[in-house]
């Protein structure tokens, strides 16, 4: 009963790496969605994705693409990283759009940027 | 621009009390409200979720209340324990019901 599945859990990058994080859910989700938490600033949106083949931006998408590569998964690409993407990221997948059903989490990927 | 707000940052109460959180809003025209709960170092586990037509939602020790109107949420929670400790989320969907605001949390602590 995996739910959301993120890799990696942590990771350490020097300015200027690129690096994809990968996400991905069994529960079937049309939607899913990328965000990151940084102290005092609660959880933002980066991108998100209401069905397969389809993605739109969020509150903060600078520095970051996305894809959605089928129904499971949805991988968030920093080409370019910069100290102020150090962050926890966290993916999120939800069954459908517009329905009363909950976001679910996975564990969140720990990203340093040096 | 949806705001979410929660006061206060930090509690500590002594096991068995009642407690409420408290989240507030500034765009009264949401869909629904969720709760989740982060404990140190996880994802995030969610608690409840109220339907912008529902006025509260329980499970077992939570409660959670919705008042649209005055921009109010809240979640009581019933004679608290030591594994009640974690932060407290919570997030308003908006944007046509598909984009989750957050605030920036309760983290609560429950002593022996």
């Known amino acids: 009963n995996a739910g959301v599945t993120q890799t990696p859990k942590f990771q350490v990058l020097k300015t200027g790496q690129s690096m994809t994080l990968q996400c991905a859910q069994d529960?079937?989700?049309?939607?899913m969605y990328w965000y990151r938490q940084d102290p005092g600033m609660g959880l933002r949106l980066i991108y998100y994705?209401?069905?397969?083949?389809?993605?739109d931006k969020g509150e903060v998408p600078n520095g970051y693409n996305v894809s959605r590569l089928n129904k499971r998964e949805f991988s968030l690409r920093l080409e370019s990283a910069a100290p102020s993407q150090t962050s926890v990221y966290f993916c999120a997948s939800r069954q459908v759009l517009y329905s009363n059903q909950p976001q679910h989490f996975g564990d969140g990927t720990r990203l340093s940027i040096l | 621009k949806q705001e979410v707000t929660q006061i206060p940052a930090a509690l500590s109460v002594p096991e068995g009390e009642n407690l409420v959180l408290n989240c507030s809003f500034t765009?009264?025209?949401?869909?629904?409200l969720q709760w989740f709960r982060q404990d140190p170092g996880k994802g995030l586990t969610s608690l409840l979720l109220?339907?912008?037509?529902?006025r509260e939602q329980t499970s077992g020790r939570l409660n959670a209340s919705l008042d649209k109107s005055s921009g109010r949420s809240t979640l009581y929670i019933a004679a608290s324990q030591p594994g009640d400790s974690a932060t407290y989320l919570c997030a308003s969907y908006t944007g046509g019901g598909n984009k989750l605001t957050f605030g920036t949390g309760t983290q609560l602590k429950v002593e022996l």
């Open positions: 529960m079937n989700h049309n939607s």
């Open positions: 994705s209401a069905s397969e083949g389809t993605t």
């Open positions: 109220i339907q912008s037509s529902q």
């Open positions: 765009d009264s025209a949401i869909y629904n």
